[in-house]
Every structure is written in C-alpha cells, then in structure tokens.
C-alpha cells in the first residue's frame, strides 16, 4: 500500500462502512468519505479527505471498486426474498422496516414455524427471549439478532452464546447500519 509518501505491505480490509490497512502503518478510510476510487492494473486508487491511498491488490482491485461503488443494501445482506413471511420484534429502524415491508409479509406476533424472524436486542438482559424465538422458528428459517455495536450493555459474545445456548447456530453476520450489527441463527442440520 502506498499513502502519503509512505509504502509499507500490509493487510487491507475491506469492510461494512471502512477500508482497514494494518502494517508497518495503520490507516483507516470510511466509505462516507471516498471522493473517488478506481482500479488500475491490480490497483485499488481510493481518494479521500486524507488523500490518496493505493493498495496493490492485484486481481481483487476490480471487486474491490465494484463493492465500493455498488454497496449491498441490508436487504441484499441478509437475504431476504420476496414474499418472505417476517416477524420483527423491538426493532425501530425506520428505513429497514420500510425496505423489508416492501419485500416481506411483516407482522409483530411470533407464531409456530416462523421462517425469518428480527430480534433486536439492546442489551444483553434481553437475550432471555432467544429460547423462545428458537422453538419457534420453521426447520429451515433464520433468527436475525441485532444488536448496538461497540456497547458494553451487549457484546457479540453475549449473543453468541444465547444463540448456542437456545440450540442454534451462528452463521453468518453483517453490518446491519451504522449504529448496529446483525447475527444469524440457524437450527443446525442434523436437528431439523
């Protein structure tokens, strides 16, 4: 990677909301802030406020720039499809509960064989819900937990554990907003 007349070979990520590089230098470019980004030749060029930055990424340069310029939207993240049958349950974010009811039958009653439900947990106090939603979710459906990121009321962990310890799996997380993450849970295979 070279940034401001320095080059150092490192890590880059690219993440949710940033672009992390961590070597012999560290630098961290929030999405919000790229003014321009183009790939060159196995080169990811990101304009920001800070400046410049080149990370040499070879073939994934091109990804890269299509995942930067294109983001996924949180409908795209987790997956929900058309017609979608979705329980939501303590989630006040506005602008999900108008993209998921414009893909989703919504209701706010948990009811046997669910096949997506939305959980959002603001601490971990709350989490003694989770049994209940695991028994009933449909074989093959999904608990959505989402929960505040960077508190100490409720940590990833703390999640983690109230999913496995209803019996489900954790699969796959992504970055719900800006203020929040999301966890998916799964019964497990051998158990549906």
């Known amino acids: 990677m070279r940034f401001g007349g320095k080059?150092?070979?490192?890590?880059?990520?690219?993440?949710?909301?940033?672009?992390?590089?961590?070597?012999?230098?560290?630098l961290k470019i929030p999405l919000k802030q790229i003014t321009g980004v183009k790939a060159?030749?196995?080169?990811?060029?990101?304009?920001?406020?800070q400046g410049e930055a080149v990370f040499e990424l070879g073939a994934a340069a091109q990804k890269w720039a299509e995942k930067i310029l294109h983001p996924k939207s949180v409908m795209e993240k987790i997956g929900v499809k058309d017609g979608t049958k979705a329980v939501v349950v303590d989630i006040d974010d506005q602008d999900f509960l108008k993209q998921l009811k414009g893909?989703?039958?919504?209701?706010?009653?948990?009811?046997r064989r669910s096949e997506t439900i939305f959980f959002g947990a603001e601490s971990a106090g709350s989490l003694k819900r989770v049994p209940a939603f695991a028994r009933a979710l449909a074989p093959a459906g999904a608990l959505w937990i989402v929960y505040p990121k960077g508190?100490?009321?409720?940590?990833?962990?703390?999640?983690?554990?109230?999913?496995?310890?209803?019996g489900l799996k954790d699969v796959k997380v992504v970055g719900f907003s800006a203020t929040h993450t999301a966890l998916k849970f799964v019964i497990p295979l051998a158990k549906r």
């Open 7 to 26: 080059t150092a070979e490192g890590r880059a990520l690219l993440e949710t909301n940033e672009i992390i590089f961590r070597g012999d230098f560290r």
């Open 40 to 49: 060159v030749k196995g080169e990811l060029r990101v304009n920001s406020p």
């Open 151 to 166: 508190q100490t009321a409720i940590r990833e962990i703390d999640v983690i554990g109230a999913g496995r310890r209803a």
């Open 103 to 111: 893909r989703a039958e919504c209701s706010s009653k948990v009811a």
